[in-house]
């Protein structure tokens, strides 16, 4: 998913997903080290993934702030 993608979502869609990428993501790593998962970029790309939700969630607005402004 693009980042552009991700400032469009609500700060509940943002944590219901970095919820589902960081479950993916230890999914990902028992397989790797269980060696039933041969492609480990896969694993890069996740971690990446999951910062760059974390970086929109972090920029989201606060429904305090919608409500002052």
Do not use: C, G, H
């Amino acid at each position: 998913m693009k980042f552009s993608e991700l400032k469009l979502k609500s700060r509940e869609e943002l944590q219901k997903l970095l919820k589902e990428q960081r479950e993916k993501e230890r999914e990902l790593r028992f397989k790797i080290a269980s060696d039933q998962q041969k492609n480990v970029r896969e694993y890069r790309s996740m971690r990446k993934s999951i910062a760059q939700t974390m970086t929109a969630l972090r920029q989201a607005p606060k429904k305090k702030e919608l409500v002052k402004s």
